[in-house]
């Protein structure tokens, strides 16, 4: 069974910065995408970034210079840099692969102005 346990989410002050992990089991990696999704309240979930098995990436343009994702075998990061009350949400991590895309349970991040 595919698990996705998401941890580093916090509260932190407007320019700070928070690093977010996803570990990933019970699935083949390879061919697979894995990417951070996140949601406000109010608002439809939108992509941030996704990197491919062989470690291509891609940014949303909103946290382009200020996010980096990346990942190491079965664990992803997102390493949010000078964040904005406007980062503020869940954040999930995505898992797509052939046989279907997994989300895990999803991880707050609060940025204080």
């Known amino acids: 069974q595919v698990r996705l346990v998401e941890s580093g989410g916090g509260l932190v002050q407007a320019g700070g910065s928070l690093r977010l992990s996803c570990v990933a089991s019970g699935v083949n990696f390879k061919s697979s995408v894995m990417g951070w999704y996140r949601q406000a309240p109010g608002k439809l979930r939108e992509a941030v970034a996704r990197i491919s098995f062989d470690g291509s990436t891609i940014h949303a343009d909103v946290v382009k210079g200020r996010f980096s994702i990346s990942r190491d075998d079965n664990t992803v990061f997102l390493q949010m840099n000078r964040l904005k009350p406007e980062d503020s949400g869940i954040y999930y991590c995505?898992?797509?692969?052939?046989?279907?895309?997994?989300w895990g349970q999803g991880t707050q991040v609060a940025v204080s102005s």
């Open positions: 995505n898992l797509a692969i052939p046989q279907g895309t997994h």
